[in-house]
């Protein structure tokens, strides 16, 4: 089947089609995807544009009314759209499915938000003077997502964006286009007018800079690497375009001498493996104290031994394959390097699954220190390390030693130690007793230093975002 392109409330052919792969089986495609050229991204954007002013001036009742009916969509379509997801990504199916039913749960919280979008009404200190502080619309938004939440982060964008009154041109990873091509289809059929909301599948390298870099976009959402992020970040600043940049993680999961050993376990296997591993949140460093390393390095070895990576859609399998050719490369290229610089492997093997995929199981890298490159780069897989600390006071030094600073999280039965690593962690977000993964959808979202720039996403705090805040003088 072809899916097509999304342009002022049309259905567009590509200037050329791809094939969408599943990474389980290198042999099932999923369908040929359009792929736009700059003329096209050009024309979505027009018609972005054209389309706000209409947008941000109906009733928010009626944005409402759309961003709730798509909600209500994905909900009861979470099982076919999680497997859709599971296919074309490459997560399992329970966590397919489980993502969908988070983006619905996006939708209709951004829903609500489209009513409460509160102003302040301030005396003057002119008497007869009357101050109103409210929020519009930003305008034109261009989101471009990563290939990892193939549904939720799209939404997790979209949904305010629309909310608020912007209109939208939308450019999801080339990867994973169907569970994009599903979200605008539903969005489309709730009720959007058309050109609220544009899909313009194609090539980063291709059509990026023009959705970045064309004067009528007014703000550019971004989720994705380093290296991309920066170079969108000067690009949309070049015109004076507003920027939100999430970008990676290198986050610490502290074990504590005084830990639950099985809920911390259990927790960095999930936060570590989960997703296959490719999550910005992942528990990528696991910092454990001396008392209890050997004991828990010993029982998660187990623990990962367990895992039974294959087919995203089989039953059995509790870790889905890699997402591509290029992302496996990647991450034997990390544990490789790793064990130059010392560290005892445990997994990281390619394994053959009963579809040709890309299969690898999870590795463990052990004895590490935070100064090698496995602790200091991404590696955007299921791979994580361990580094052996003496204290608490070692732990929080080597966790927040790191160019990132999205999530952190710290195990222990202490709730002196929890407080203090709450309060010395400098990461966006921290997790007491709980994976570095895994996050609600109506609180803000978002890191510091290198992960992250511009306004959180998610929860009350998009408003940040996608609204522009007026101040208005009335005398009487
Ligand atoms: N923080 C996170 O959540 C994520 C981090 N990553 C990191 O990035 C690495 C590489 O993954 P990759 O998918 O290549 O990441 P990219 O940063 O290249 O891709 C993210 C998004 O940006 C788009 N893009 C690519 N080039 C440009 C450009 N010049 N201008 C504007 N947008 C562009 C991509 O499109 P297209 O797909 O068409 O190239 C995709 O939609 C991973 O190994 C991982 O380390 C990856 C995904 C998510
Ligand atoms: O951990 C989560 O729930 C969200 C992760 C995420 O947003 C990401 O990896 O990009």
Redesign the pocket.
Known sequence: MSYLNFIDGTWREGVTMAPNISPSDLSDVIGEFARADAAQAEEAIGAAAAAQPGWASLPPGERFAVLDRAGDELQARADELGELLAREEGKTRTEGTAEVKRASQILKFQAGETLRNPGEVLPSVRPGVEVLVSREPVGVVSI?????FPIAIPAWKIAPALAYGNCVVF?????VPASAWHLVDILHRAGLPAGVLNLVMG???DI??I??GDPRVDAVS????VD??H??LATAQAHGARVQL???GKNPLVICDDADLDAAVAGAREGAFGSTGQR?TASSRLIVTAGVHDAFVDRLSKAVDQITVGHALDAETTMGPVVDES?LA?DLRYIELATQQGATLVGGDLVEGRTKGHYLSPALALDTRNTDTINRE?V?GPVASVIRVDDLDEAIEVANDTEFGLTSGVYTSSLSTSTRFRQQSTAGMVMVNLPTAGVDFHVPFGGRRGSSYGPREQGRGARDFYTTTKTTYVAS
Do not use: H, Y
């Open positions: 471009i997502t990563p290939w990892n450019k999801p990873a080339e990867l090539r980063g390298r990026g800079d959705l970045v971004f989720t994705g690497s991309t992020g170079r969108v999430e970008m990676g910005c992302q990647q991404e955007f």
